[in-house]
């Protein structure tokens, strides 16, 4: 308790000197790609986003006392909306590993056939807060085989939890790209660590039982970073993971960003229908401009922008931005003065509020999510001509 309570004030103090209460020169903006692009979002990719931050809201009833998630896919909160759904497992490693919470399912037809790995954000904003000041490491992706510990000096080998079916559940070994000059948050590289040696025998099999699934990888907050780092992972395997990211925090530095958008083919220009990465942020949140800029952190690509404050979000409120970090949208608010005067990368109270509303307010396992969700209507994707329509969710 105190070693958090003394981690909060050393960052409250840190950004209070960045914001200009300290000495000496101040501190540098990034430099930021400036972007009139006004692209919004197809009502089919609206409609998977949305979807999608449900399937993560529920990853918040793993961990919470008396609640959870159970077999066949049950909990207290969005459960009954995905009947086709079947639960693989849970993980929670607990706050000493990281805190690292989320569960596996697989999407059986008629809807999409997938099996998603959904990764819970953290409870404890004290502890988000300190998180985020973390002195950033060297990235090595991991090498080689996981069940041999001789490859790497970190305790990162791979622990088979079902010794009776090794031979069946031992993932493919990781071949990756060497990743040159980068450095990764070490709370964030710790906790998919910790989560990797818990989930990958299940995801093998799960895998192997159904190769045609699409591997589907959605995460909120500390959720988001460890989802990015899971799909880096899973894409040296030969696996191909399709990533998709709410209020993902800044996890490492501009080598490690290039990295990751060589990865995933999102260098250059592509076809949007195409990418296999989103990372959706929402106007005002303070999360993806952390940590900051002036310690080494930096943004990747595919960043779809909700630009409207309040719920629900319409498509017109949604769109895609150009770049690593551009200027239009998260990126053009770094600096920014509004509100007091304060830049929205140090409004802590919108952790609260901003950081939690993704197309649904975030976070609280409860009957139908959020209750000011229980009479709210959330759009769907149209069929055919791209209109959108309206059904009520009770």
Not at 54 to 71: E, F, N
Not at 186 to 198: D, E
Not at 221 to 237: I, M, T, Y
Request: aromatic share 10%; net charge negative.
């Amino acid at each position: 308790m105190g070693s958090t309570f003394f981690g909060l004030c050393t960052f409250l103090y840190a950004i209070l000197t960045l914001a200009g209460g300290g000495h000496g020169a101040p501190a540098q903006a990034p430099l930021l790609q400036q972007s009139s692009n006004d692209s919004t979002v197809s009502a089919a990719l609206f409609a998977e986003l949305e979807e999608l931050a449900r399937i993560v809201d529920i990853s918040y009833c793993v961990g919470t006392a008396g609640l959870g998630i159970q077999k066949p896919f049950q909990c207290v909160s969005r459960c009954s909306g995905f009947e086709n759904f079947e639960l693989v497992t849970t993980w929670n490693t607990g706050p000493l590993l990281a805190d690292s919470c989320g569960y596996i399912a697989l999407s059986h037809p008629p809807s999409p056939p997938r099996i998603i790995l959904a990764f819970r954000g953290t409870y404890s904003i004290a502890n988000t807060i300190v998180d985020l000041s973390t002195v950033p490491q060297e990235y090595v992706p991991y090498p080689g085989d996981d069940s041999d510990s001789s490859s790497s000096s970190n305790p990162t080998d791979f622990i088979n939890l079902h010794p009776s079916t090794a031979d069946e559940e031992d993932p493919p070994p990781s071949h990756p790209a060497r990743c040159e000059n980068c450095t990764v948050h070490t709370g964030f590289y710790s906790s998919w660590l910790h989560t990797r040696k818990v989930i990958l025998p299940e995801l093998t099999a799960a895998i192997d039982a159904h190769p045609n699934y699409t591997l589907t990888l959605v995460g909120h907050s500390l959720g988001g970073a460890v989802a990015a780092l899971a799909g880096l992972d899973f894409l040296a395997r030969g696996w191909h993971p399709r990533v998709t990211t709410f209020g993902e925090p800044r996890i490492g530095n501009q080598e490690l960003m290039a990295y990751i958008n060589h990865s995933f083919n999102i260098s250059s220009p592509s076809d949007v229908s195409q990418n296999r990465f989103h990372r959706v942020t929402h106007v005002s949140d303070p999360v993806p401009l952390l940590p900051l800029a002036e310690w080494g952190y930096t943004m990747h690509s595919e960043e779809i922008f909700i630009e409207a404050p309040h719920l629900p979000p319409s498509v017109a409120d949604v769109r895609h931005c150009r770049g690593d970090e551009d200027g239009s949208c998260i990126a053009g608010t770094e600096t920014e003065g509004k509100g007091w005067g304060v830049p929205a990368r140090f409004k802590l109270w919108e952790l609260f509020f901003a950081h939690r509303d993704y197309f649904w307010r975030l976070g609280l396992c409860v009957p139908g999510g959020d209750p000011k969700d229980w009479y709210r209507k959330y759009p769907k994707g149209g069929e055919g001509d791209g209109e959108v329509e309206e059904v009520d969710e009770l």
